[in-house]
């Protein structure tokens, strides 16, 4: 290939990258709401609602309660122009919970097990409802798309460069590609976002009054529950931060959580 098309598909990814790569929080916490368009809101509300028919939905007040009043903490805190929000438990087992464009977020009753009921459930609540909104208010999906658009657009150069080159395999090169651009470009992509989420979410259960350490409680927890139970794939292969990881960063952040812990008495 030749070197000139090389270095115009590294200078396209690149300004494509540039273009998508914007972080929604800086070193000193600040955050910078961005708010998903419109077509990307009401899919999230389209699949929310085709969750809510699919799925079993706990009315248990045991895991309603403290998901309204949490959320209700949290909301006081986050502006976020044309959000719906809707906090609906469902019966999973499966401790997770997820969050749709829009401000619609599903949390599952197999978190009550790592949420526990002492004087440090609703913190922790906080921390995973927060690490939720903060994938809403900085339009990750969204983000996700446009990445991945990014990623395609590099494929297509890269296919035209190789079509006008006269190369023997040119699949190979496109299959190296893809698969570089998995490992090497999406893959850490989301674990960024995911990385992006844990610092946002410490920042708002901080604002709404909960301590932000209960964020690093809630992944030494996590991690005890992923020790039994597996689900820790290498790093590389994995679309989220391994919790080691995460806790890390978490302790790092933590100084900068505080501050705002402090400001909110
Ligand atoms: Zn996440």
Redesign the pocket.
Same mark, same amino acid.
């Given at each position: 290939m030749k070197r000139s098309l090389l270095i115009l598909l590294a200078l396209f990814t690149l300004a494509l990258q540039s273009c998508v790569f914007r972080p929604s929080i800086d070193e000193q916490g600040n955050i910078t709401v961005r708010t998903a368009n419109k077509l990307m809101r009401s899919h999230g509300a389209r699949q929310f609602e085709k969750m809510k028919r699919d799925k079993a939905i706990s009315t248990d007040p045991r895991y309603t309660e403290p998901v309204a009043r949490v959320a209700e903490r949290l909301k006081e805190v986050i502006t976020l122009p044309h959000a719906e929000w809707e906090f609906v438990v469902f019966k999973d087992l499966s401790p997770n919970a997820f969050a749709l464009p829009g401000g619609k977020v599903g949390v599952n009753t197999g978190l009550f097990q790592i949420i526990g009921d002492d004087y440090r459930a609703d913190a922790i609540l906080a921390a995973i409802l927060g &690490? *939720?909104i903060s &994938?809403t208010t900085a339009a990750h999906a969204q983000q996700r798309i446009l990445h991945a658009m990014a990623l395609i657009a590099a494929g297509q150069l890269l296919w035209f460069s190789l079509d006008t080159n006269d190369i023997d395999h040119p699949e190979y090169a496109l299959a190296g590609f893809a698969l570089t651009g998995y490992l090497a470009d999406a893959l850490p992509f989301s674990r960024k976002q *995911?990385y992006e989420?844990d610092k946002m979410g410490a920042i708002y259960m901080a604002q709404a009054g909960y301590d932000p350490r209960a964020s690093i409680e809630l992944w030494k927890r996590l991690r005890d529950y992923h020790r039994i139970n597996g689900g820790q794939h290498p790093e590389f292969l994995r679309t989220?931060p391994h919790d080691d990881s995460r806790i890390e960063a978490l302790e790092a952040f933590m100084p900068v959580a505080l501050r705002f812990y402090q400001s909110s008495k």
């Open positions: &690490h *939720e &994938h *995911e989420s989220h």
